[in-house]
């Protein structure tokens, strides 16, 4: 079984600040992970995805995740945000091989703050 | 590449009536997946098809939903004798069907049941 866990539902950053929303995983088999973006009345829009080749992951609109096994994390960060970031994100994890059903977190709502 | 597309995007209906959403995947794409959102709340899992095969069901799937997929296109949701609880956006996205695939999610149908 797998399973995410998004550290808080609600984040506030300023216009211009760092952006980390925080993302743990539980999996029993080596999983893939996913952070999605869903605007208000949209559905979800993929960020960027971890499959096991490079640990730091590079995504659109300048979004970056590191997975780190150790920590069982695959946090979010974008060094300067933007108001058009303001959205809910989603984290998501799969296992590995032929179809995987993907897991996804209970999202947290981004806000910024100009 | 036209994208995942869903309709109705908005359903309005009463308490013990029948619906039914329609999802059009990318054309290329052998599976398709449904999944139910609620408020405050990530996708959740419903089913999944390989072409027009229904390959796996979630228990969040009553009796009283069903899926189909003929033809191995375009796919169906049904939802009879609609309660409350059923309120919610349902999402629809599809996939190549390679080992790190992405799915790629329709804007969603929001269902109100009154």
């Known amino acids: 079984a797998q399973s995410v866990t998004q550290l808080g539902s609600h984040v506030s950053v300023s216009e211009g600040a760092l952006v980390l929303l925080r993302c743990n995983y539980s999996?029993?088999?080596?999983?893939?992970l996913f952070w999605y973006v869903q605007y208000p009345n949209q559905g979800l829009q993929l960020l960027l995805k971890?499959?096991?080749?490079?640990?730091l992951v590079k995504g659109i609109n300048g979004f970056e995740a590191e997975f780190k096994k150790s920590e069982t994390s695959f946090h979010l960060t974008k060094p300067s945000a933007h108001m058009s970031d303001a959205a809910e994100y989603f984290c998501?994890?799969?296992?590995?091989?032929?179809?995987?059903?993907?897991?996804f977190g209970t999202g947290t709502k981004l806000q910024v703050i100009p | 590449d036209t994208g995942v597309s869903q309709n109705p995007r908005h359903k309005i209906t009463k308490r013990g009536q029948n619906v039914t959403f329609r999802c059009d995947p990318i054309?290329?794409?052998?599976?398709l997946y449904w999944y139910r959102q609620t408020l405050g709340q990530g996708p959740e899992f419903l089913t999944y098809?390989?072409?027009?095969?229904?390959?796996?069901k979630s228990r969040l799937l009553s009796d009283r939903f069903s899926a189909e997929r003929p033809k191995g296109s375009f796919s169906t949701l049904e939802i009879q004798r609609t309660e409350q609880g059923d309120s919610a956006m349902y999402l629809c996205?599809?996939?190549?069907?390679?080992?790190?695939?992405?799915?790629?999610f329709g804007p969603g149908t929001r269902l109100l049941v009154l």
């Open positions: 996205a599809s996939s190549l069907g390679l080992a790190q695939e992405t799915q790629y």
């Open positions: 999996s029993s088999v080596p999983p893939y």
């Open positions: 971890y499959t096991s080749a490079a640990t």
């Open positions: 998501a994890v799969s296992g590995t091989g032929g179809y995987q059903k993907v897991t």
């Open positions: 054309s290329e794409h052998n599976r």
């Open positions: 098809f390989q072409n027009e095969a229904q390959l796996e």
